[in-house]
């Protein structure tokens, strides 16, 4: 596998955001980013205008960031590429080759929320690498806390990285990417299980924590500190917190990322669908999340 960082761009506005935050997890990993345009039309010049001008105006578009992202970043090394072919099963193959793929979401406007198009989703679900999905309008500053005045800024300490773990199966892949994130940030973790109780007791409200639940709460503790107790010997100077929650897991986690410099979770493959709590929660959480595809 070549190492890199792949950016799909499709033209619009929060393509362009995606390719910048790109860039940023390129410099941090200190690996090169290609740029990549997947158009279902010819790629070679057809004589037909119609069809020569698009291909001409993503070419355009692909230049002109590319060029925009190496003034930002004079030292990552940027490459620019455009394919022919369906989107989904292109973008997919792309990121086989790849450290990670990022691709742009569209906000609601007025809401901290994404408008996670079929692309987006159907990537997310397939590729064998893991997928970033960025909000429109994400800032470098957005991912680090606010200075002692309350304004936003990109030098101080990056917010914390949340990752959402499914302790019956927790995935090796899924924690080496969330305590890699931590650690390039200098961030916390923060890992987050939500529980629930057994389906016999369904009928409880999963908002307040019944009162004769203590010793499931403490084994699933007990639990939770054992998956993590290796990473955190492999990962000693990343700061790690890990804290159950009562309640239903797209809730927790949704609650949970606000304030997070990214959230991860999981998709278990080899099914290229997504669960029901990630499904959920790429489409409301409010900062960058990254599904990683998990034995």
Not at 12 to 17: G, H, I
Not at 28 to 36: F, T
Not at 48 to 70: M, Q
Request: glycine share 8%; hydrophobic share 45%; proline share 9%.
């Amino acid at each position: 596998m070549n190492r890199v960082v792949i950016a799909g761009l499709d033209g619009s506005r929060e393509s362009l955001d995606a390719a910048d935050w790109a860039a940023r997890e390129a410099i941090r990993r200190g690996l090169p980013l290609r740029l990549l345009h997947v158009t279902d039309g010819p790629h070679p010049p057809t004589g037909l205008p119609e069809l020569d001008v698009a291909a001409a105006r993503f070419d355009g578009v692909l230049n002109i960031a590319a060029i925009g992202l190496s003034y930002a970043h004079p030292t990552l090394e940027i490459h620019a590429r455009q394919l022919p072919g369906a989107p989904v099963p292109t973008l997919v193959e792309a990121a086989a080759e790849a450290e990670l793929l990022v691709l742009g979401s569209r906000g609601y406007s007025g809401f901290a929320a994404f408008m996670v198009g079929s692309v987006a989703l159907g990537v997310a679900a397939r590729a064998p690498r893991p997928v970033v999905l960025v909000r429109a309008g994400e800032l470098p500053e957005d991912a680090h806390e606010p200075d002692p005045d309350g304004a936003l800024t990109h030098t101080t300490p990056y917010r914390p990285v949340v990752l959402g773990l499914d302790l019956t199966r927790p995935g090796e892949e899924l924690l080496a990417y969330a305590f890699d994130a931590a650690a390039s940030r200098g961030a916390p973790l923060e890992v987050v299980h939500a529980w629930t109780l057994p389906p016999l007791s369904a009928y409880i409200p999963a908002v307040t924590v019944p009162a004769d639940s203590t010793d499931l709460e403490q084994g699933t503790l007990r639990t939770l500190t054992s998956v993590l107790r290796p990473w955190r010997r492999k990962f000693p100077d990343t700061p790690v917190s890990e804290r159950l929650v009562y309640g239903h897991c797209g809730h927790v986690l949704l609650k949970a990322s606000l304030g997070a410099s990214l959230l991860v979770v999981g998709r278990r493959g080899p099914v290229a669908r997504l669960g029901r709590v990630t499904h959920s929660v790429i489409h409301h959480v409010s900062c960058p999340v990254v599904v990683v595809p998990h034995d």
